[in-house]
């Protein structure tokens, strides 16, 4: 339900009319305002999705498209194998989504990894004044990667096979968390019916409030 791409246009259109209208914040809006903040994360996720596609097979021998395409196996690594440890699963993936590149203090592998996403161009510039209001680090909050039973939170699973997500019921084994499937689908090959790298890095970059999720059906729309 919440991955769906129809789900996250009437939200784009809800928030534009809310935008050119100039309403007032009430509890309507608060609602509102929660579901951009899940979209947005949603749309952070695409795009790092969208940068590991972009790069992991990029073929260019320059320095900084060897360094693009080092920090897209990286990234990939974390989708790929997103649970370290059996009890806690997708911790290995929460951590990527924990780290935060808009504090210089963390200098973990994860946020200099979504730096590289976020916060540095094709050759190397640091585009840290192209970000806006709505780019939220960490991607999740404390309540969504504690995993204490106490306090709930999220169970990640990776699925393969949609290149939608969804938020979906606890189970027996978690009942305290709900469960969180990302798509990570294999990439399709670049051509003019399915995408291209042009169309990537449009993603990548996009940094228009609002929107929420890519035209292009192929990259993945993820949920948070």
Known sequence: MFGSRQLMLSIEQAHNAERDHQKNVNRS?????YLRHLCQQAKQVSQIIAYIWRWGDEDETDEYSLKHKQNALDLKSYFEEPTSEIEKPGENLLRLFKANPKNADDKTKEANLLRAVFFIDKRGKSTLGFDNEQYEFPIFDIFAIDQQEDTGGYIIEIVT?????KIGDSNANHPSFLTLSIPYPPRPQFG???LDKETLDNWIRNRKEGEYYAKNIYIPTTTC
């Open 29 to 33: 809006g608060e609602y509102k305002g």
């Open 161 to 165: 096979d949609s290149f939608q997500g």
């Open 192 to 194: 003019k019916l399915t």
